[in-house]
């Protein structure tokens, strides 16, 4: 449970002697072990705030504290940013108990009262509100409680998406043109399927960027109208092929 202006604590588990009877706290120790019995029966983990969690003008004094470890509340473990915290159900930076099955729940409606009342000096169970949930984080509704649900926090909000920069292969392509229209005077020289047309002179051309494998190829065409004899294409074929070795 939560105090509005705050306080957090959980509900605890033992069969502590009766307290006096306060305004409104009655009816709220019924509705709490109403609520309580709608618990998995796996036994109940249980904290109370400690001074690690509250502002320093609400930290508890050396008497709640003695009344919470009387009352049968284990004194934290360790501090919330310890590099060896203890886990639950064996440590807790709060105080803590722990009550296997088989439970009552009267007695830990009672336990809490006697915590929130005697030790914690809530005056009234409308200064407390309660948050619930299950194990998969999502918000449960007691209605049985004769309080109000904690506020549910604003949703947050979402991070734009990353805008993804240029592939590899389209700033190669854009290199590619850039270079194109800079070394022909073209500028409206454009890609076409693929493929830049381009001249040098008079002699018809094009370029083209492959993006797998990665590299651009340009082709210009330096022979025009020519007959060729099966000699002249042996020689041309021997010019594109040189011998090695």
């Known amino acids: 449970m939560v105090r509005r202006r ?7 588990h033992e069969s502590p002697a009766p307290h006096p009877s306060l305004p409104g706290w009655d009816a709220f120790e019924q509705a709490l072990a109403s609520a309580l019995s709608v618990l998995a029966d796996e036994g109940v983990f249980c904290e109370s705030v400690s001074n690690a969690y509250l502002d320093p ?3 508890l004094d050396a008497g709640q504290v003695a009344g919470l470890l009387s009352l049968g509340w284990a004194a934290p473990t360790h501090a919330p940013d310890s590099p060896s915290p203890v886990s639950a159900p064996n440590g807790s930076p709060n105080f803590f108990r722990v009550f296997p099955t088989p439970y009552a729940c009267a007695e830990i409606a009672r336990f ?6 005697d030790f914690l000096r809530i005056p009234s169970p409308d200064d407390l509100e309660y948050k619930a949930f299950d194990d998969s984080g999502h918000g449960v509704t007691l209605p049985v409680l004769p309080i109000d649900p904690a506020p549910a926090p604003p949703p947050r909000a979402k991070a734009p998406p990353k805008r993804r920069g240029p592939t590899e292969f389209a700033k190669l392509r854009a290199k ?3 270079a194109a229209r800079s070394g022909s005077g073209l500028g409206s020289l454009t890609y076409e399927d693929g493929v830049l047309q381009i001249s040098i002179g008079s002699r018809p051309g094009w370029i083209r960027p492959f993006e797998d494998p990665f590299y651009v190829r340009v082709h210009v065409q330096l022979l025009a109208n020519m007959h060729a004899d099966e000699k002249f294409l042996a020689r041309m074929h021997a010019e594109g092929h040189p011998r090695t070795g």
């Open 6 to 12: 705050p306080l957090y604590n959980e509900v605890a």
């Open 57 to 59: 003008a609400e930290n």
């Open 112 to 117: 809490a009262v006697r915590t929130l009342t």
């Open 176 to 178: 590619v043109l850039a």
